[in-house]
């Protein structure tokens, strides 16, 4: 295990950017498109949800007291059944991480900056990420707690500017959803964000004191924040405006206007969007780093972080188009993800149930 630390407030920070990330740029408008609305309540169960799936990592971690969740792989499942759990968990950390810079490749070349490649996107990014995996976990709590004030201060100024153009009148009419029927058409959400939370066990153990509080906590503040977004986004834009992009927020940013003269404030938001996704790669490009290193017992990251590059941004490059990524978002990714933040996880508890009972049968018979 690394001898670093951080601390119960720098793994809050974490969780909370790590939920937050991109999901306030990709999620709403799909929401919205779903429960016009009532979108902003699908944040009440899908957090719940979150919350649930919270409780039963760190009561896992509890019967494994110390371990990442690759190691807890091989120490619950054995060297070879366990070792093949945990290269599972380290291609999905690698899939999320090519996921993450895709979702601000399509974002920069949709908006910003169509004629430049989309690879040049993904390549600096990657690189500022390996470096921050390089430099060790301390550095990346202590980047992000400096730069979630930013994140947020930025994003109460954008409230601010806009709050003139809330109308009350579009968040009506309310309450006409279909539970049962959003509930299937929302579980992606369950997904992404909550269920991708389970990389953050891999920095759990690094924590000093107070970590179980301070995921419960960062996955609440940042489920809330995500509702008071979403209802903030219907009442500025409405329903028919803001379910027809794949940025409502960027919307609101272009509409911004202070006098006569300050416009176009859209670079704020790509600001916010590059510090959010720095933030949730660095995470999880660490994870899968880390992930092999203790799986294969290697010492030095910098062999393992730089080819990592390469292979996140092939497999960034994966679907053709921003249509794809939402086709296989709404159909497939609550199924994919499931299987590693709810049933490897499950599977764990069991097999530390069956150990603890034959510890017990083994201390009575001796007695």
């Known amino acids: 295990m690394e001898q670093v630390r951080i601390s119960s407030w720098q793994f809050y920070l ?180 909550f269920m991708e939370t389970v990389t953050l066990m891999m920095v759990f153990p690094y924590v000093r004191k107070g970590r179980n509080r301070a995921l419960f906590m960062g996955v609440l503040i940042a489920a809330i924040i995500l509702c008071a977004i979403t209802l903030f986004m219907v009442g500025v834009l409405g329903v028919t405006r803001a379910s027809h992009g794949t940025s409502p927020l960027f919307l609101i940013v272009q509409e911004i206007r202070i006098g006569p003269l300050i416009e176009h404030l859209e670079s704020s938001v790509t600001v916010i969007l590059l510090v959010a996704i720095f933030i949730k790669l660095s995470t999880t490009f660490y994870a899968a780093v880390l992930g092999i290193c203790q799986l294969f017992g290697l010492k030095d990251k910098t062999w393992v972080a730089v080819p990592l590059i390469l292979i996140i941004s092939s497999l960034s490059l994966a679907s053709e188009n921003v249509v794809e990524n939402i086709m296989w978002d709404s159909r497939y990714v609550f199924e994919y993800e499931i299987i590693y933040g709810l049933l490897f996880p499950m599977l764990f508890l069991v097999l530390a149930w069956f150990r603890n009972r034959r510890k017990a049968k083994g201390a009575g018979a001796g007695s």
């Not at 779903?34 to 169960?45: C, G, P, R, Y």
């Not at 799936?53 to 619950?76: D, S």
């Not at 910003?112 to 060790?136: D, E, N, Q, W």
Request: charged fraction near 10%; hydrophobic fraction near 55%.
């Open 14 to 193: 974490l969780s909370f950017m790590y939920v937050l990330g991109t999901t306030f740029f990709l999620r709403p408008g799909g929401l919205i498109a779903i429960a016009k609305q009532d979108a902003w309540m699908i944040w009440t169960w899908t957090g719940a949800a979150g919350i649930a799936m919270v409780f039963l990592w760190v009561k896992m971690a509890e019967q494994y007291p110390q371990l990442t969740i690759v190691q807890i792989c091989t120490e619950a499942a054995g060297k070879w059944f366990g070792g093949a759990i945990a290269l599972l968990y380290i291609g999905f950390f690698t899939q999320l991480s090519s996921w993450i810079v895709r979702n601000l490749g399509d974002f920069m070349t949709s908006t910003l900056m169509p004629r430049t490649p989309i690879s040049v996107f993904h390549i600096m990014l990657l690189i500022v990420a390996c470096y921050a995996t390089i430099k060790g976990l301390e550095p990346i709590a202590r980047s992000n707690e400096m730069l979630t004030p930013i994140i947020m201060l930025t994003f109460l100024i954008i409230c601010f500017l806009m709050f003139p153009e809330w109308n009350t009148e579009r968040l009506q009419p309310a309450f006409r959803l279909n539970l049962l029927k959003t509930i299937k058409e929302t579980r992606n959400i369950i997904a992404f964000p």
